[in-house]
């Protein structure tokens, strides 16, 4: 187990939005997270990351307790993010959007040099070479995911949570981001979460797949045992995944 969540709760005022979670992630599984809009996934993200602190439970990474660490820590420990909303800089190029993450992360390129040489690596590997001049603001939606993903790669985490990557995205550019999530795993042996809406993604991506229900796990298992849980349909997936 590399990432462990043990009964986190947590809520804001009266409203109780992650209540007991527990999850286990395999060293390079991938694992999807799906739920209903407001189910608690992004408040986990949240937490997972130290932008949130937990009122109870632990989250344990590789054995050792983070569950109070700031993100700037954990980042450097081997956890990185991606956003729902792309949350580029804007106004910087895409090669210094992605050589930010590589001098906060793990490998701590301080050197300019050495940043801007690993996020051209990164940014090759996800299918941006060409675009390292180019001004943030100025991709496409699908480019904008991908930096997204760049940028958290360049930080070279060991656990990557993918926050809605496809939202958006036409079937085509949908296939490619399944494909860079694979590989991703198969060629840097990267542990990933992934949270989506796009359920053609999911099935095929995950090895287990965990759902959130009003801040409740309300089931997991493989993606095929998901289909066909009833109370996963009626929660969530909608009466198309009922089987007779």
Do not use: C, W
């Amino acid at each position: 187990m590399i990432l462990g969540i043990e009964d986190i709760s947590k809520s804001f005022g009266s409203l109780k939005a992650l209540d007991s979670v527990t999850m286990e992630l395999e060293n390079g599984a991938i694992v999807g997270l799906i739920g209903p809009n407001g189910s608690g996934k992004t408040t986990l993200f949240n937490i997972i990351t130290g932008v949130f602190h937990a009122d109870s439970g632990k989250v344990m990474l590789d054995g050792q307790d983070i569950t109070h660490d700031s993100p700037d820590k954990i980042v450097k420990m081997g956890i990185a993010r991606t956003f729902q909303i792309p949350k580029p800089f804007a106004s910087l190029s895409v090669l210094q959007n992605v050589a930010i993450g590589a001098t906060y992360g793990k490998g701590a390129y301080k050197d300019k040099l050495r940043a801007e040489s690993k996020a051209r690596e990164v940014l090759s590997f996800a299918g941006l070479s060409g675009r390292e001049g180019t001004q943030a603001n100025d991709l496409t939606l699908a480019e904008l995911r991908r930096l997204e993903m760049a940028r958290a790669l360049a930080t070279e985490p060991s656990v990557l949570l993918l926050d809605e990557v496809m939202a958006g995205l036409n079937p085509s550019e949908v296939g490619k981001a399944i494909e860079l999530i694979q590989k991703t795993r198969s060629e840097l042996g990267t542990t990933i979460l992934v949270v989506e809406h796009v359920m053609q993604a999911i099935m095929t991506l995950s090895d287990t797949v965990i759902v959130l229900n009003h801040g409740i796990k309300l089931a997991e298992g493989a993606p095929s045992e998901i289909a066909h849980n009833r109370s996963v349909i009626e929660a969530y997936l909608g009466e198309e995944y009922v089987v007779s």
